[in-house]
Structure formats: structure tokens, C-alpha cells
């Protein structure tokens, strides 16, 4: 073969080699975009997906209180209870409370009472609430005396000690109550919330000036807040941060505490006392914004309840209830009696909302409009900011 013919061979075969390499070069780059494209698809699926919590971890006082008064100091009676459970149930409403109604909406049980032994289940989370706990630990210089002591750092320890114990339970093989324990891998997934903070304020309304209670609001904000990071630092992400309502507007102060004429509002709440919970929910808004950004992993949500509280009772009528700084349960003597409808009251008992009045705020606050930032409650477990879990 001369010298031509092993040119022309050559060049051939460079022309079959640069259209083989074309071909792969085309091939990888279709699977390329195929394969970013299922990624992309896969991660929209899982960003307009739930989050299908596991469990709930609830802090709070007596607005999410289901049972841990009841059981470790009196029980509530009759006719506390009477329009769902038809009997008490450890709540200081007549029915359900905010709680309830978000864990029916995660498609979760209702949460047992840490402190309740009898028929507790704890697989989708437990209820460190008690009512009358303070944000302040029970010798802060501003309570004269505490309401419970069941405060919310007693709430954390109760807590830590619970996840220590439960986790250890039930990845011992024979354990018999293994299906009644969290599991040890959805402490991480779980959401993380609070409605907390009323009796801080109702404390100090009650015992000193407006401006007084105000100095405090920072230091209650601290402890708040070291909470969360504790939580956080002990693998909790996800956390939903209720503020506190229109204290103003609690018939208990509006009768027990009776403001001057030009300290009522246009709806005949106490202005002063709404005041010291706005500035209150103001710097806890701060705060919790604040440590979106430091806690890196972390989701919290901010949710006005103040605004939907506070509007509810300005539109009761609108809304389908009567008498909106009146309550349904009254005391004659030593008796309790209640009014011949709960449902068309805001308040049950002059401090606490009706179960009417439960659904009606809790279908308010759920879908994030009223949310900082706006994430519906079953979106709650996006991060905000830091890198995405």
C-alpha cells in the first residue's frame, strides 16, 4: 500500500473516530439535560409536598395546656369539656384548642400531656404546656410570685430529659412500649412550637405600670429565645412561634381591672394593656428573625395571632358570635354553670377562648397570611435561610 492509499485510510478512519466522539458527545449531553431536569422535577415534587411531620413538641401555658395542670395539680371539672369531649378533659376551654386543630391538620393525634400517666401515647410528639406558666423562670424579679412552676425552662428540661429517656427506651430490643415512643430519628423532623408569654405580661399589668412591665420585655425575650437556640442545638429545625394576644380584650382584666374612659379602644379593650402586647410581639418578631439568620439550618416562623385575635373579637358579629367581651362560664355560689351555647362566644371562661373561637383563629393562621415569613403550616419546614435540608 503506498503512501496515498494509507492517507486516504486514514483519514477515514479520523472521520468515523471524530463521528463516534460527536455521537457520545450528543448522547451525554441529552442524558445530561434529562438527568438535571428529573433532579429539578424531583426537588419542585418535594418543595410543593408537605412536610409530613412526625411529631409536635408544644411549649406554652394554658392556651395549649392539654392536660399537665389537670394531672400533676387539680383537674379541671365539668362543664369544662362539654362541647366535644362531652366531659373534661384536662383544657380550660369547653372543647378543642389551638393545638388540637394543628395537629388535626398535620393529620396528627391530639398531644398527650408529659406529665399525664394515664393513657398517654407519645409516638407523634408530647405537650410540656401547663397553664399558668411563665416565660421567666419562677424567681424572676418581676413576678412577685410565680403562677406555675412549671415555667418554660422547667418545660425544657422536662423535654430534654423526655427525648433521653424515650430514645433510650425504644432502641432497647425488647422494649413493650416501643410503639407508643418516638422514634429517635424524628426529633430532627418534628415541629417545634410555642404559644407562650400571656401570663408574663398578665403578671405584670396586674402589679405594676404599663411603662414598668414594658423594661421587662427584652429579658422575657431572652429566655424565649435561648430556648429556641437549645433546641436547636440539640437537633430541633423547624419552629412555628406564636405571639401573644390582645390582652386588652380578656373580659377578666376588662371587669377585674377596669380602665379609664380614654384608655378604652373603639372596641372597648383595655389600650394600654394591648399596647405592652404589641410592643412585646414587636420584639419577639425581631428576635425570632434574628435567629432565623443565626440558627443556619433552622425554619421559624413568626405567626401574628394578636391580628387575628384582635380581629375576630372586632367583627364578632360578622363572624356568627354575640357579646364579644363577655364569657360563657360564669360561677353561682360554688357552682359552675356555662351558657346554653358555646359556640356563639369568643370567650369561655373570661381568659380562655371558646373551642368555637379555637377553630375559628387556628383556620386563621394556618395557610401563613398572618406568618413571618408567610409559609402555610404544612410548608413550616422549609428553611428560610442557610442551607436547604
Excluded at 117 to 123: A, L
Excluded at 288 to 293: A, D, E, K, Q, R
Amino acid at each position: 500500500m503506498d503512501w496515498k492509499q494509507r492517507v486516504t485510510n486514514l483519514s477515514r478512519g479520523g472521520g468515523l473516530m471524530v463521528a463516534i466522539i460527536a455521537l457520545l458527545v450528543a448522547t451525554y449531553s441529552v442524558f445530561t439535560v434529562l438527568k438535571d431536569r428529573e433532579i429539578s422535577n424531583l426537588y419542585n415534587d418535594q418543595q410543593s409536598s408537605s412536610c409530613e411531620f412526625p411529631a409536635i413538641y408544644n411549649f406554652g401555658d394554658s392556651n395549649s395546656d392539654t392536660g399537665a395542670v389537670s394531672a400533676v395539680f387539680d383537674p379541671v371539672f365539668s362543664p369544662y369539656g362539654m362541647t366535644y369531649f362531652h366531659k373534661p378533659s384536662g383544657r380550660f376551654s369547653d372543647g378543642r384548642l389551638i393545638i388540637d386543630f394543628i395537629a388535626e391538620k398535620l393529620g396528627l393525634p391530639y398531644l398527650s400531656a408529659y406529665v399525664d400517666s394515664i393513657g398517654t401515647n407519645f409516638r407523634h410528639g408530647a405537650n410540656f404546656a401547663a397553664s399558668g406558666a411563665t416565660i421567666q423562670p419562677a424567681d424572676a424579679l418581676m413576678l412577685n410570685k410565680t403562677l406555675n412552676p412549671l415555667t418554660l425552662n422547667v418545660q425544657l428540661s422536662q423535654f430534654e430529659q423526655f427525648k433521653r429517656r424515650s430514645s433510650d427506651l425504644y432502641l432497647e430490643e425488647k422494649s413493650k412500649s416501643r410503639d407508643r415512643l418516638p422514634r429517635p430519628e424524628d426529633y430532627p423532623r418534628a415541629l417545634y412550637t410555642f404559644d407562650i408569654g400571656q401570663n408574663d405580661l398578665h403578671a405584670g399589668l396586674t402589679s405594676m405600670k404599663e411603662d414598668e412591665v414594658i423594661k421587662y420585655i427584652p429579658d422575657i425575650i431572652n429566655v424565649l429565645s435561648s430556648t429556641v437556640e437549645k433546641l436547636y442545638q440539640g437537633g430541633a429545625r423547624t419552629f412555628w412561634i406564636h405571639n401573644t394576644g390582645p390582652i386588652g380584650c380578656l373580659p377578666f382584666l376588662v371587669k377585674n381591672y377596669p380602665p379609664a374612659p380614654e384608655n378604652v379602644d373603639k372596641i372597648g379593650c383595655v389600650d394600654s394593656y394591648n399596647k405592652v402586647a404589641q410592643e412585646f410581639n414587636k420584639q419577639l418578631k425581631d428576635r425570632v428573625s434574628t435567629l432565623g439568620t443565626q440558627l443556619q439550618e433552622s425554619s421559624l416562623v413568626y405567626v401574628d395571632v394578636y391580628s387575628v385575635k384582635y380581629s375576630l373579637i372586632s367583627e364578632a358579629d360578622k363572624h356568627g358570635f354575640t357579646d364579644p367581651l363577655g364569657k360563657c362560664l360564669w360561677k353561682d355560689g360554688s357552682v359552675l354553670k356555662a351558657c346554653a351555647n358555646p359556640l356563639e362566644y369568643i370567650s369561655w371562661d373570661g381568659v380562655h377562648h371558646t373551642e368555637a373561637a379555637n377553630k375559628w383563629v387556628a383556620g386563621h393562621i394556618q395557610d401563613g397570611a398572618v406568618s413571618t415569613p408567610k409559609i402555610p403550616l404544612t410548608e413550616a419546614c422549609r428553611p428560610v435561610s442557610g442551607s436547604h435540608r
